[in-house]
């Protein structure tokens, strides 16, 4: 048994590490491709009425960068009723008043060309 721990905690060990390269932040863009010194990024990203978000990716050249982006959603008010009767006709079953729907989207990640 000693002999698989042996062998074990290198492995985990190994499979934790993390590059230097990946680890640092090459570059800081703004949400308009701008260049930014880390300092203005991170006022800007910490700052609640920006309302941005950071998207950190590896870039083709292996390079880690943080982008700031705004979020895009759609906030939709439907109508109840007709809503309930759609969906009644596309499932072919009866819900009643007072059911609550709970609607799953799936997330397609806009941000990589």
């Not at 703004?30 to 010194?37: A, G, Q």
């Amino acid at each position: 048994m000693k002999r698989y721990y042996f062998f074990l905690i290198p492995f985990i060990l190994l499979s934790c590490a993390v590059t230097n390269s990946q680890l640092s932040v090459n570059s800081h863009v703004d949400e308009k491709d701008n260049s930014l010194k880390e300092k203005d990024f991170q006022d800007r990203w910490r700052k609640k009425e920006n309302n941005l978000f950071r998207w950190d990716y590896i870039n083709e050249k292996g390079k880690r960068e943080a982008k700031l982006v705004s979020p895009v959603y759609k906030v939709y008010q439907i109508n109840y009723a007709v809503f309930n009767q759609q969906l009644e006709k596309l499932t072919n079953k009866n819900f009643p008043e007072n059911q609550t729907f709970i609607i799953e989207y799936i997330f397609i990640n806009a941000h990589d060309n």
